[in-house]
T-cell receptor, first 110, second 119 residues
Framework: ELKVEQNPLFLSMQEGKNYTIYCNYSTTSDRLYWYRQDPGKSLESLFVLLSNGAVKQEGRLMASLDTKARLSTLHITAAVHDLSATYFCAVVSDGQNFVFGPGTRLSVLP | GAVVSQHPSWVICKSGTSVKIECRSLDFQATTMFWYRQFPKQSLMLMATSNEGSKATYEQGVEKDKFLINHASLTLSTLTVTSAHPEDSSFYIC???????????????FGSGTRLTVV
């Protein structure tokens, strides 16, 4: 059974600081997604990582994938308040089903 | 491309009544649709997977007679919560998966969610 873990689960950080969120998964998968969710809203797709060593960047967020270590990271650079949200990673299981991580609730303080 | 529309956005209903939630893929054909529920401050929990023209596959612990899923066309899936009770109150989100190039470009696309409150 595929399990997905995220670390940390809660993160409070000051504006301007950097931090990394980690996503570990238990079995082989070659497709990993990162999503953002604002309170009361659905999921917004951030990144799709399709291969080992994949790195994608959008604004202050950068995601990477290491399929050998079964690890993905979401790095936040010079955080701003607008980045406050819950971030989920999700891994494909059995070819089509998603398994979501528990989410990392990020709060960026002024 | 790959837009999924979900309606309604929120609904309040009385205990014992049924509620239907629609999920439409607007600009692609969704070979597979997924239904999730999410409780406050928790992650998404997959309820069921449906392929067009087939019966839905429900996850363990999800009552198929209570959560009726119909995927009658390649662009529409519906979730009907029958005889709703307060414990069914939750945030329901659908997701659609296209095929071929659509999937390669967009992966899985999520609807905007439906907040159901049963009183």
């Amino acid at each position: 059974e595929l399990k997905v873990e995220q670390n940390p689960l809660f993160l409070s950080m000051q504006e301007g600081k950097n931090y990394t969120i980690y996503c570990n998964y238990s079995t082989t998968s070659d497709r990993l997604y990162w999503y953002r969710q604002d309170p009361g809203k659905s999921l917004e797709s951030l990144f799709v990582l399709l291969s080992n060593g994949a790195v994608k960047q959008e604004g202050r967020l950068m995601a990477s994938l290491d399929t050998k270590a079964r690890l993905s990271t979401l790095h936040i650079t010079a955080a701003v308040h607008d980045l406050s949200a819950t971030y989920f990673c999700a891994v494909v299981s059995d070819g089509q089903n998603f398994v979501f991580g528990p989410g990392t609730r990020l709060s960026v303080l002024p | 491309g790959a837009v999924v529309s979900q309606h309604p956005s929120w609904v309040i209903c009385k205990s014992g009544t049924s509620v239907k939630i629609e999920c439409r893929s607007l600009d692609f054909q969704a070979t597979t649709m997924f239904w999730y529920r999410q409780f406050p401050k928790q992650s998404l929990m997959l309820m069921a997977t449906s392929n067009e023209g087939s019966k839905a596959t429900y996850e363990q612990g999800v009552e198929k007679d209570k959560f009726l899923i119909n995927h009658a066309s390649l662009t529409l899936s519906t979730l009907t919560v029958t005889s709703a009770h307060p414990e069914d109150s939750s945030f329901y989100i659908c997701s659609a998966r296209g095929s071929g190039r659509t999937f390669s470009l967009y992966g899985y696309t999520f609807g905007s969610g439906t907040r159901l409150t049963v009183v």
